[in-house]
């Protein structure tokens, strides 16, 4: 199995933060910004564990633990789908980190799927991937307009962007 690039890690740790934190280190449960309690979730954006059973609302971990859930989300949920995409051995580092970022948060389907166009003409457009204002419009197009989580996930998807761009 592959390593998952630093820079994925990075950017999903700065972008889902380490929430809830406690006073002793550890996360307890929380609502997703969007859905609320219909989706609980932990750490740095759980909401399944490694074993598939949905984080509760209640529920408590370690750092340790949230940092081995991310991982183990990356390795099993996205690193496959993402191998999948026929340009992925064309991509560098940074492209690919920006990628595990956009399915970590939106889900490791995304390429080819409905809604999923833009991000999946960048994956296929090679010739593209050093115009980063074109990147920049097909990578902001998934920020939930209107919606309260709207302006963190413009950030975030200017943030994969940049570093879609971003030479090695």
Known sequence: MAVIPAC????????EGYAKALPDGSA????????GWQLPTIGFGTTRYPDNSPVRQGDVISRAK???CLLAECQHK??????????????NDNQRGA?????????????????????TKV??????????KWVTEQFVKYRNPGSPV?????????AEAALFCQPV
Do not use: H
């Not at 307890?28 to 859905?35: F, G, I, L, S, T």
């Open 8 to 15: 994925a890690i990075e950017l999903i740790c700065r972008f």
């Open 28 to 35: 307890q449960a929380y609502p997703d910004p969007k859905v």
């Open 66 to 68: 949230a940092e081995q």
């Open 78 to 91: 996205c690193q496959p789908k993402l191998e999948q995409i026929p340009a992925w051995s064309q991509m």
């Open 99 to 119: 990628l595990y970022s956009f399915a970590y948060n939106l889900g490791a389907n995304f390429y080819q799927a409905k809604n999923f166009e833009s991000i």
């Open 123 to 132: 994956c296929d457009s090679p010739t593209l991937w050093q115009d980063q």
């Open 150 to 158: 709207e302006n963190g996930l413009r950030k975030r998807r200017e």
